[in-house]
């Protein structure tokens, strides 16, 4: 039977791919008539990718799951080293990219290529990002981690909360991002 923190990381990662992507198509459609809407949506979605994965997804993933890979995986090990230094940057990233959109909304189109060419470079990286998470770490825990490291790492897992699960009953706190988000971002993860 699968763990609750793989299932977790599995699901929180479909969540921030499918923010990545409608990024993408919001960029890739523009502002056009509605840029009040437009940059909204854009600033909801760049605070959740900071809210949620920037604050509990990476903390524990660094914290928990990353440590008890390399100590039994040791062929993993450099691996999630510089999947840690990305986590260690990616506040910062994502941050720089919420200013990039602020200078490109209040400062005209002038600033707009800025912002694009930024945020193409963060997509990518954000999705190479979790492709080796996928595909290194995920199976190197499922072959080397020992029931014990499971029940650890689950239990640091469960608390997570997504706002933009499926699935999930949501915490009231989110429910104006979670509209914000759904009701105006293209699929696939708004209806807009």
Do not use: C
């Not at 390399?70 to 993993?76: C, T, Y």
């Not at 940057?89 to 800025?114: I, N, P």
């Not at 072959?143 to 997504?162: R, V």
């Amino acid at each position: 039977m699968p763990s609750i923190s793989l299932r977790t990381i599995r699901e929180e990662h479909a969540s921030l791919a499918a923010v990545l992507h409608s990024l993408r198509l919001m960029m890739d459609q523009g502002p056009g008539d509605e840029p009040a809407a437009f940059f909204d949506v854009m600033r909801a979605m760049l605070f959740y990718i900071d809210e949620f994965p920037e604050r509990q997804h990476h903390p524990k993933e660094s914290q928990w799951l990353f440590p008890k890979v390399a100590q039994r995986s040791p062929e993993a090990a450099e691996m999630i080293a510089q999947l840690d230094r990305d986590h260690a940057g990616g506040e910062s990233a994502v941050r720089e990219l919420q200013h990039l959109l602020l200078a490109w909304e209040l400062m005209g189109d002038a600033r707009r290529e800025a912002f694009a060419l930024a945020l193409e470079t963060y997509i990518r990286f954000y999705l190479e990002h979790m492709r080796l998470e996928e595909t290194v770490v995920l199976p190197a825990a499922q072959q080397h981690l020992e029931p014990a490291d499971w029940a650890t790492i689950d239990a640091a897992f469960a608390s997570n909360f997504n706002p933009l699960a499926a699935g999930q009953t949501r915490d009231p706190a989110y429910d104006r991002l979670f509209t914000r988000i759904v009701m105006r971002a293209p699929s696939p993860i708004g209806l807009g």
